[in-house]
């Protein structure tokens, strides 16, 4: 509901702006919004900074025993493992975006499921960065920020803290959907981590549903206004 209604402020302002100005032709702007690929979004884990022992798990699932609903971002304060998320949207087919659009804004809607600190902290800085991971499939070596080099990338402000917990963090991240654009990338694929100047560890659980009945309003979410 929040989701819809935040769409529906964009194109009655949009709608405004396009009337304003007389015999102006100022084109129209659309939005679409477009969700997460469950198949795709995933984690890495480190189990600590110097081990050469990383767990992928990719592919949001219910069969197995717990299920994989979630992704983490983040280092654990307890162990000191170290998670960074991944997650993927389609930029192609019908509610993507087309090739030729000019971006106006886009924003990436994620909802927090837990937050875990150390006892002296309050928030957690988390840096989105724009990847481009070949055949989608994530790899060992897509951890590394030297061997998967970001192409832009933002922080989420405010920090996340507990007050987060079941709720919706929006994030703007229109320079990296603008620069997927100039690219001409076919998926907007993100690397959701602990910002490098981070001075405690904090690690976040993003809620990655595949509940069709809730997963529109809980599962990672790009909105995208384009002309």
Same mark, same amino acid.
Do not use: H, Y
């Given at each position: 509901m929040k989701r819809t209604f935040l769409a529906a402020i964009i194109i009655f302002i949009n709608l405004s702006l396009t009337g304003c100005g007389g015999g102006s032709s100022a084109p129209p702007t659309f939005v679409t919004q477009i969700l997460s690929d469950p198949v795709y979004d995933g984690d890495i884990l480190q189990t600590s900074p110097t081990s050469t022992v990383f767990t992928i798990t990719q592919g949001m699932t219910i069969s197995p025993s717990p299920p994989v609903q979630t992704v983490f971002a983040g280092i654990d304060p307890s162990s000191g493992a170290e998670s960074r998320a991944f997650l993927d949207f389609h930029l192609t087919g019908q509610g993507g975006v087309p090739g030729d659009a000019v971006i106006v804004s886009a924003t990436l809607d994620i909802v927090i499921n837990n937050v875990f600190l150390q006892p002296a902290a309050s928030t957690i800085p988390i840096r989105i960065e724009l990847v481009s991971i070949p055949g989608l499939t994530l790899? !060992? =070596? =897509?951890?590394?920020? +030297? +061997?998967? !080099? *970001?192409? *832009?990338s933002t922080t989420i402000d405010p920090p996340i803290s507990s007050a987060d917990i079941d709720g919706h963090v929006p994030v703007d991240v229109t320079s990296l959907m603008v620069r997927a654009q100039n690219l001409g990338l076919l998926d907007f694929q993100v690397r959701i981590l602990e910002d490098l100047s981070a001075t405690s560890p904090g690690l976040i659980e993003i809620k990655d549903t595949t509940d069709p009945t809730i997963r529109g309003a809980l599962a990672p979410l790009l909105q995208v206004t384009y002309m």
């Open positions: 790899v !060992q =070596d =897509d951890f590394s920020r +030297s +061997s998967l !080099q *970001a192409i *832009a």
